[in-house]
């Protein structure tokens, strides 16, 4: 039992010992809980909710003020709902836990009733509850509010009590207790959601923060002349909403380009969506951009959203846009100049807010000429274009690059290794056809394969897993006289030995200075004859037949 003076009657409830109470009342009470039970789950804004539930239990038990305090953090009871009482007795401080009436009845966890609360020295009146109330009688009733055995709160009301001066609070104590129950798993329930809600944006912004640091351009490796007027080009256009088109070959991290783009744009915030063109059909390619509606087709069980309604408000980044079908094309073309488009199977029109970024290794103009790719759509995505350089133009950057995927090996394989000078001259004179990704793989390949803690010979590396840049480098510089010293034999390319000592003295002209004309001009000396014009070139049959390929040369038959 709660200790209080003389004045002062407390209850320790044991609910079998209440009489039954008469059946009006009994319909108020279950009305009464019925409504709150309503109330308390129908909204997550917990303020608003309990002044509700204080309201209804001002009309139905005629109370002259409600009030509901709950612990914080600090260890504080504080007011957080209340009807009868002025918004500057609100913001007062709380009670401490075992102060005043409130305070003793968190702490007990037992109910309290007080017939008169102007005669009872615990009741610290902070909310000014006894001013103006002269000549009346006021009564204060409280239960803990509790959920799991643990007490989370006090609810109290305050009557006046004008004629009833032998009412029997039995009624209001079991009322107050059922109700107390309602809000303390309510409470309880809001808190859990609370709790997890804000884990959730704590993990976000660590999510946000990392990805920034991941994408953003001053992680993007580059020291080199053309990467930093990429950089410089990704800095001017991020700002904007204008459409990127971003060109280069496979592997040179047209991707990360595209993300850095989004992070560094107001929309850094919204959603980054990424659909690789090339990867799907035309019609799995429309459902997965536009999405569908419930039966559009055989095995649509429900309404599916697509990439453009996901990066709404974001960016959206179509890689290898190049291959998709014409068919396709004139379907994009759409939905880029209305912004709006139908999921499939649907007729509703869907607008979007949506920056696009595309990205292409083709040569787009050679396919607007052929008719493969629409024109009206080139210009619709060639808005800004940047092109990222291939490996081999930006060498400045493969010793960075190496350290980089090194060091993240020796992370993720707890390891600590190292490359001698030597190696890493070998790996800067690699062709790399493959780019960046290339890079990367061979750098792993390579610490997978050494012995020890200095990676050293390359060269094994890259005999036992025929580097492509072996096959598709191709020097082509004229064969020299059988008296000439023979090529260094740590070099990187082992191109093919003279296989005779024949004497271009005859040779009409000196050969020009760019690849793709220095072959045209082999194979004219030699009348179009590959052997012969490798031969002329110091390479092999094989590495001439490549080189042609590549540089899209077709070859003249007489």
Wanted: charged share 25%; proline share 4%.
């Amino acid at each position: 039992m709660l200790e209080m003076p003389s004045q002062t009657r407390t209850y320790n409830i044991d609910m079998s010992e209440i009489l039954p109470s008469r059946g009006q009342q009994k319909d108020v009470e279950l009305s009464t809980v019925y409504e709150i039970s309503k109330l308390l789950g129908s909204s997550l804004n917990l303020t608003k909710t309990l002044r509700a539930v204080l309201n209804l239990l001002s009309v139905n038990l005629d109370t002259w003020r409600g009030m509901i305090c709950l612990e914080e953090s600090t260890g504080l009871l504080r007011l957080v709902s209340a009807t009868g009482i002025t918004p500057e007795n609100l913001a007062k401080d709380g009670f401490k836990v075992g102060e005043g009436i409130t305070g003793r009845i968190f702490k007990s966890g037992i109910p309290a009733v007080v017939p008169d609360v102007s005669k009872e020295p615990l009741f610290l009146n902070r909310l000014g509850s006894l001013d103006d109330t002269e000549g009346k009688t006021i009564a204060y009733v409280g239960v803990p509010i509790k959920a799991a055995n643990v007490t989370l709160g006090v609810l109290s009301i305050m009557r006046v009590m004008h004629d009833r001066p032998t009412h029997s609070f039995n009624h209001d104590v079991r009322l107050l207790t059922m109700v107390a129950n309602l809000i303390g798993q309510t409470v309880r329930l809001y808190r859990n959601i609370a709790s997890e809600r804000t884990q959730l944006i704590e993990e976000k912004q660590v999510l946000i923060k990392a990805l920034r640091r991941k994408y953003s351009l001053e992680n993007v490796i580059g020291v080199s002349k053309a990467m930093q007027d990429v950089f410089a080009e990704v800095h001017q256009s991020a700002p904007s909403r204008a459409t990127v088109l971003l060109r280069g070959e496979s592997g040179t991290g047209k991707e990360v380009i595209a993300r850095a783009l989004h992070f560094l744009s107001p929309r850094k915030d919204a959603p980054f969506i990424k659909v690789n063109c090339a990867a799907l059909s035309e019609t799995l390619l429309e459902t997965e951009l536009f999405g569908h509606e419930k039966g559009a087709f055989t095995g649509a069980h429900a309404e599916r959203k697509g990439r453009f309604e996901l990066a709404n408000g974001g960016t959206l980044f179509l890689d290898e846009i190049g291959d998709i079908s014409p068919a396709f094309q004139a379907k994009l073309l759409r939905v880029l100049q209305e912004r709006e488009f139908e999921r499939v199977g649907g007729t509703r029109s869907i607008k979007v807010d949506v920056r696009l970024i595309t990205a292409t290794n083709r040569n787009l103009e050679d396919a607007v000429s052929k008719g493969d790719f629409r024109a009206d759509l080139y210009y619709r995505i060639n808005v800004v274009s940047i092109s990222i350089p291939p490996l081999r133009e930006r060498r400045d950057d493969i010793p960075l690059l190496v350290e980089h995927f090194l060091g993240q090996y020796n992370r993720e394989n707890r390891r600590n290794l190292s490359i001698s000078p030597e190696a890493l001259n070998k790996f800067i004179n690699c062709y790399w056809p493959g780019n960046v990704r290339e890079l990367e793989n061979c750098v792993e390949r390579t610490a997978t394969m050494t012995h020890g803690d200095v990676i050293q010979n390359v060269n094994v590396m890259c005999q036992q897993n025929k580097c492509m840049g072996q096959v598709l480098h191709v020097s082509l510089t004229l064969k020299q006289p059988e008296t000439s010293p023979s090529p260094e034999p740590n070099h990187t390319h082992h191109e093919a030995m003279p296989e005779s000592g024949e004497n271009h003295s005859h040779l009409k002209e000196s050969p020009p200075s760019t690849e793709r004309e220095r072959l045209i001009w082999a194979m004219e000396q030699c009348g179009w004859v590959q052997a012969k014009a490798a031969r002329l070139l110091n390479i092999s049959s094989r590495q001439i037949g490549y080189a042609l390929i590549k540089h899209n040369i077709a070859v003249k038959k007489f």
